[in-house]
């Protein structure tokens, strides 16, 4: 009987995973310690202080979240919510409410750990495509990790 069970709930797990969800997961080790880079990523809205290509951060709220507009230099804006937040784990958790990039049902997750004598910042984020082939949605969320990893280690110090 146990090796029925097995792989049917293979299958139900297999089944509840949404085929079309993407990952995009990108870090970088930078010379300071952990609780100076969480301090340089700072509030919800301090993206705006370190990523190269937010030319402007507004903070409101909805309910007891607080969302964030982000204006882009060169056009654009992102709404973004924040789902939770952990300031002792250095992390936090937010959702793409609307925006111009090619993804949907989009969760991102940013963190900070010790790594040695420095830290190691890990950003993460699960969404589907939209409007774009997979790779190109991947390409996009990816640079804008790589673009925000650069600038806040040059920022954090």
């Given at each position: 009987m146990l090796k029925f069970v097995i792989p049917a709930v293979a299958l139900a797990a297999a089944a509840s995973t949404?085929?079309?969800a993407l990952e995009v997961?990108?870090?970088a080790t930078i010379a300071a310690a952990p609780d100076?880079?969480?301090?340089t990523i700072g509030a919800f809205c301090g993206i705006?202080?370190?990523h190269p290509v937010v030319e402007k951060c507004a903070l409101s709220k909805k309910g007891d979240?607080?969302?964030?507009t982000l204006t882009l230099k060169g056009g654009g804006t992102l709404l973004e919510e924040e789902q939770a937040r952990d300031d002792k784990a250095m992390s936090y958790t937010y959702t793409i409410l609307e925006g111009p990039l090619p993804v949907s049902?989009?969760?991102?997750?940013?963190?900070?750990?010790?790594?040695g004598s420095g830290s190691k910042v890990t950003w993460s984020g699960n969404f589907k495509a939209k409007g774009a082939p997979d790779n190109k949605a991947q390409e996009a969320i990816g640079g804008v990790y790589e673009a925000g990893l650069k600038g806040l280690s040059e920022k954090a110090k």
């Open positions: 949404p085929v079309s997961t990108k870090t100076t880079v969480w301090k705006g202080d370190w979240k607080e969302q964030r049902d989009y969760k991102s997750t940013i963190m900070v750990a010790k790594d």
